[in-house]
């Protein structure tokens, strides 16, 4: 037998006797043969450590950048804006509105449609910013609804000075923040990001 390299390279004996000693150089060859088969490398055993290596590497990069574009991902956001009354304009304007901000955005004009949106794909949404005053359902009888679906989405209630919804009415039910008239734009998209915020840290 001879090692090179770390390479186990094996010789057998040549005997041609079948006697007592033809019998021991058998099974000797039998046995380097084996171990011939059973050893690896130096070179081979380096050459598998650096791809399981650069296999951990590539897993590693590779949940970084799923990682990223989770974290990165348009939030999703289910806006409920009876006859306009959000902003007091078109609905499509608030919608504009938030995808320019780089949301992504589910608007409805009526509670019962929000809420069979909302049911059918829950986790598609991180947060609802909803009306108080709508036909078939308020949007304090939505949040209820919502909540039962889903206890952990984020909801911004918009009421008007006539409502007769208070902040501690709304928090108790599970509203997270809470809009008053004059809803302009920017205080609307600051609630918003600091609702998500806030549910980012927690």
């Given at each position: 037998?001879?090692?090179?390299?770390g390479n186990?390279?094996?010789?057998?004996?040549?005997?041609?006797?079948?006697?007592?000693?033809?019998?021991?150089?058998?099974?000797?060859?039998?046995?380097?043969?084996?171990?011939?088969?059973?050893?690896?490398?130096?070179?081979?055993?380096?050459?598998?450590?650096?791809?399981?290596?650069?296999?951990?590497?590539?897993?590693?990069?590779?949940?970084?950048?799923?990682?990223?574009?989770?974290?990165?991902?348009?939030?999703?956001?289910?806006?409920?804006?009876?006859?306009?009354?959000?902003?007091?304009?078109?609905?499509?304007?608030?919608?504009?509105?938030?995808?320019?901000?780089?949301?992504?955005?589910?608007?409805?004009?009526?509670?019962?449609?929000?809420?069979?949106?909302?049911?059918s794909q829950?986790?598609?949404?991180?947060?609802?910013?909803?009306?108080?005053a709508m036909?078939?359902?308020?949007?304090?009888?939505?949040?209820?609804?919502?909540?039962?679906?889903?206890?952990?989405?984020?909801?911004?209630?918009?009421?008007?000075?006539?409502?007769?919804?208070?902040?501690?009415?709304?928090?108790?039910?599970?509203?997270?923040?809470?809009?008053?008239?004059?809803?302009?734009?920017?205080?609307?998209?600051?609630?918003?990001?600091?609702?998500?915020?806030?549910?980012?840290?927690?």
């Open positions: 037998m001879r090692i090179s390299r186990l390279k094996f010789t057998e004996i040549r005997y041609k006797a079948r006697d007592e000693i033809g019998n021991l150089v058998d099974a000797f060859n039998r046995m380097g043969r084996d171990l011939e088969a059973t050893t690896v490398s130096r070179d081979s055993l380096i050459r598998e450590i650096e791809e399981r290596k650069q296999m951990e590497r590539e897993l590693r990069e590779s949940e970084k950048r799923y990682r990223s574009l989770v974290e990165n991902a348009p939030l999703g956001i289910l806006t409920i804006n009876a006859q306009g009354h959000i902003l007091d304009t078109n609905p499509r304007l608030l919608e504009r509105m938030l995808m320019h901000l780089g949301y992504r955005v589910t608007s409805r004009t009526g509670s019962v449609e929000a809420l069979a949106v909302f049911r829950p986790e598609n949404f991180d947060l609802v910013l909803t009306d108080i036909p078939n359902m308020s949007g304090l009888e939505l949040s209820e609804e919502l909540l039962r679906i889903r206890a952990d989405i984020p909801i911004v209630l918009c009421t008007g000075f006539s409502e007769t919804v208070s902040r501690e009415k709304a928090i108790a039910v599970g509203i997270r923040d809470y809009i008053m008239k004059p809803f302009v734009s920017s205080r609307i998209a600051a609630t918003i990001r600091r609702v998500l915020d806030k549910e980012r840290e927690e």
